[in-house]
């Protein structure tokens, strides 16, 4: 959004203070406040698929509605971190750092298979959220996927929504609060939108340019007697019964083949290392 101040200077993102949608758990829970910071900064977490469209906008170079889409998706996101965040500092308000060990203490398997609550919540967060997953590990910009190319970014943006999708329905279900219950049906319906958001970018995308990426490549320095074979390289042959292995491939521009295994008579092997860089030596017979 974009505004002007009194002095003239623009702002490219307001704050509202109010959530996009409500986070209001009905008790403490700090081990499920554990839990949350998967979907908030685990790899396919919110942190992830905010930078990811966003970074993906701003570097757009496509047609413009791209742009605004991204950029669209990528600032909603931003309000999905600050509610996750938001919930998590609930589940973390009142439950001081001796209920947080009851909570473990209570139940050994809780302590074994959960791993219980996250002391940094009270150590270095203050209960507050973390940009961490729920095993404590920082959130990485390795996680973030932005090629230049909008059929393999958005392919990545499927992805995403898939995993993040299927993590907070899974969150979802370990929790009887009506209030992260509600909550996380939220986050659900709003995946539910974004993936048939990438979903529909890239059915007309990949009729424009095709569904191999990337489109540009000249078919003419790719040997086609190899582009559309499934290679069977592992025992049996169940694989051959799927689609992948016969009839016309998915491109359009040839037939699925399955073939066994073969080799060129390139034998495997190098030459001995120069001397100074005093490798091993080899055996002389």
């Not at 101040?5 to 307001?14: D, R």
């Not at 958005?154 to 979802?172: D, I, K, P, T």
């Not at 069977?232 to 998915?250: L, M, T, V, Y």
Request: overall charge negative; aromatic content about 8%; glycine content about 10%.
């Amino acid at each position: 959004m974009k505004i002007k101040t009194g002095t003239g200077v623009e702002q490219m993102f307001l704050h509202k203070k109010e959530l996009q949608f409500e986070a209001k758990p009905e008790r403490p829970d700090p081990v499920f406040a554990n839990k949350v910071q998967e979907v908030l900064g685990g790899q396919y977490g919110e942190i992830s698929v905010m930078m990811q469209y966003l970074l993906q906008g701003w570097n757009c170079r496509a047609d413009e509605k791209y742009r605004d889409m991204l950029l669209d998706i990528g600032t909603e996101e931003i309000g999905h971190v600050e509610m996750l965040a938001t919930l998590i500092a609930r589940l973390l308000d009142k439950a001081p750092v001796k209920m947080q060990e009851e909570a473990v203490a209570k139940d050994p398997a809780i302590a074994a298979v959960m791993g219980g609550m996250n002391p940094q919540h009270a150590i270095v967060g203050g209960l507050g959220a973390l940009p961490v997953n729920s095993a404590g590990v920082p959130w990485s910009g390795s996680y973030i996927v932005s090629s230049g190319n909008l059929i393999a970014d958005f392919r990545a943006n499927l992805n995403a929504e898939s995993q993040g999708r299927l993590q907070v329905v899974r969150l979802y279900e370990m929790t009887d609060d009506p209030g992260v219950k509600k909550t996380l049906s939220f986050l659900i319906a709003r995946d539910t939108m974004h993936q048939n958001q990438w979903l529909a970018a890239l059915r007309e995308l990949e009729e424009q340019e095709g569904v191999v990426v990337p489109s540009t490549f000249p078919p003419e320095q790719e040997p086609e007697e190899f582009t559309h074979l499934f290679i069977n390289h592992s025992e049996g042959k169940e694989s051959a019964k799927g689609r992948w292995a016969s009839g016309e491939s998915i491109d359009g521009k040839g037939e699925f083949k399955f073939v066994e295994p073969f080799a060129s008579h390139d034998r495997v092997g190098q030459q001995p290392a120069p001397p100074y860089v005093h490798g091993t030596l080899p055996i002389v017979k």
